[in-house]
């Protein structure tokens, strides 16, 4: 492992991977990435291990995606490197997933905390999704989780803009779970970890998947089924009843039938 450091120095049950790249501000390479990916999955079997955090140093957790490696990339470069599908797998870790954010937190790197389950920051974070300013687009879900996340006017602005927020503003928003000062970032995490280290592992795996399906239930669905409930309502008496009253300006009488 190149660039990130595992280990378990803290309590038997949470492993802390740090992301290790201080320089280029810990930015996601493909081989940070796999490395990440690795990690993740033998902590995942790892029996002993029941909570896994993600962190990066104080100025960064990390400042997105290389842009250097990508800069000459074309189009049928990317698609065959395929660098999501690596998301995809660390994605399906089945621990709950804290990241302990400090200093930038951008494009990937964002999107990286929020594929997270928690997160953790310390008063430094920011938050975005600059992309927009390098002429590309978020691709490793910050255009999906964030807009569900703190809404779409707030996601939209973003990432449009490629404007930061304030960990107060993340917390605000309901992106984030915590802020302190930076010098206890890593020990709230820390302590948000035994918490839930304490519980049945068990619980709180399938906990996390529930949660996890509810969060991507897709808008088509929803939108299927709010349309065939919009239908369904003209099946009732009440419908008739209360369109009528509108037409005949009365107060409509509803009997729930
Ligand atoms: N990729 C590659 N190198 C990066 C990088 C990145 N995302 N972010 C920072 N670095 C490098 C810088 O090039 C610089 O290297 P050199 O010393 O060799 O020049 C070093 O890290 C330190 O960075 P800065 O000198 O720029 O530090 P700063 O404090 O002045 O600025 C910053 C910090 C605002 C975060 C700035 O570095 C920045 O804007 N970084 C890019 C942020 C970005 O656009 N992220 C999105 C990437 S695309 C993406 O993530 C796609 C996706 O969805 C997966």
């Known amino acids: 492992m190149e660039f990130i450091k595992v280990n378990n120095a803290f309590d038997t049950h949470i492993a802390l991977i740090q992301l290790s790249r ?18 993740l999955k033998v902590l995942d079997n790892d029996d002993n291990v029941r909570v896994i955090l993600i962190t990066g140093n104080e100025k960064a957790f990390a400042a997105g995606a290389d842009i250097k490696q990508m800069a000459g990339k074309t189009m049928i470069d990317m698609w065959k490197i395929d660098q999501f599908s690596t998301w995809d797998q660390i994605r399906r870790t089945k621990k709950p997933l804290i990241a302990a954010v400090s200093g930038f937190a951008l494009g990937g790197g964002c999107e ?14 920011k938050f975005g999704q600059p992309e927009i300013k390098i002429g590309v687009i978020p691709g490793a879900g910050g255009t999906q989780r964030l807009t569900k996340t703190i809404g779409k006017a707030r996601a939209m602005e973003m990432v449009l803009t490629g404007k930061f927020i304030s960990a107060q503003e993340a917390l605000d928003y309901g992106l984030i779970n915590k802020v302190v000062p930076v010098e206890l970032y890593l020990e709230a995490a820390v302590s948000l970890a035994k918490e839930i280290a304490s519980m049945s592992p068990i619980a709180v795996q399938l906990a996390k998947e529930a949660v996890n399906r509810s969060f991507e ?12 409930n919009f239908y369904l309502a003209f099946a009732s008496e009440d419908q008739k009843e209360g369109m009528q009253a509108f037409i005949e300006k009365r107060k409509a009488v509803y009997k729930g039938k």
């Open 217 to 228: 239930t897709h808008l088509d669905e929803g939108l299927t089924l709010e349309r065939k």
């Open 112 to 125: 990286l905390a929020m594929t997270c389950d928690m997160i953790v920051a310390s008063e430094t974070a």
């Open 22 to 39: 201080p320089k280029e501000l810990n930015a996601l390479n493909l081989q940070l990435m796999s490395e990440l990916r690795d990690a």
